[in-house]
C-alpha cells in the first residue's frame, strides 16, 4: 500500500489542525495505521494508533486528550485531529501501515510498520 500525508502546515500555539493520510494500492481496512512523527535533531515519536475496525486506539504519552486518531474504510483515509497544540509539537508527521495484527501497546514500536508516507510538516509558532 501506497501513503500519502497531507494537510500540514502553520498554526498557531493553542491552535487546531487535522493531518490526513490517503492509501492506495490497498485496502486501508486491512492495516493497522499508525502516526508518528519526527522534529529536527529528535528521534522519531510514536503520535497514536488505530485498529483496523477503528474502535481501539491508543496514544503517545505526550498526546495527553489532545489528539484524536480515527479512520474512513471507505475512504481509505485515516486522520490525525490535533488540539492545543504546543511548540513541541512541531515535527514531520508520518503515517504507517501495519499488515499484522492488532498488538496493543506494542503497536508504538515503528518497526512493526511495513509502509510509511513522506511525510507531512506540522510547524507551530507561538
Known amino acids: 500500500v501506497q501513503l500519502q500525508a497531507y494537510g500540514g502546515g502553520l498554526v498557531q500555539a493553542g491552535g487546531s489542525l487535522r493531518v490526513s493520510c490517503a492509501a492506495s494500492?490497498?485496502?486501508?481496512?486491512?492495516?493497522?495505521m499508525g502516526w508518528f512523527r519526527q522534529a529536527p535533531g529528535k528521534d522519531r515519536e510514536f503520535v497514536a494508533t488505530i485498529n483496523r475496525s477503528g474502535d481501539i486506539r491508543y496514544y503517545g504519552d505526550f498526546v495527553k486528550g489532545r489528539f484524536t486518531i480515527s479512520r474512513d474504510n471507505a475512504k481509505n483515509t485515516v486522520y490525525l485531529q490535533m488540539n492545543s497544540l504546543k511548540l513541541e509539537d512541531t515535527a514531520v508527521y508520518y503515517c504507517a501501515a501495519d499488515r499484522g495484527s492488532w498488538a496493543f501497546a506494542a503497536q508504538s514500536e515503528a518497526q512493526r510498520y511495513d509502509s510509511w508516507g513522506q511525510g507531512t510538516q506540522v510547524t507551530v509558532s507561538s
Open positions: 494500492g490497498g485496502t486501508l481496512s486491512s492495516y493497522v
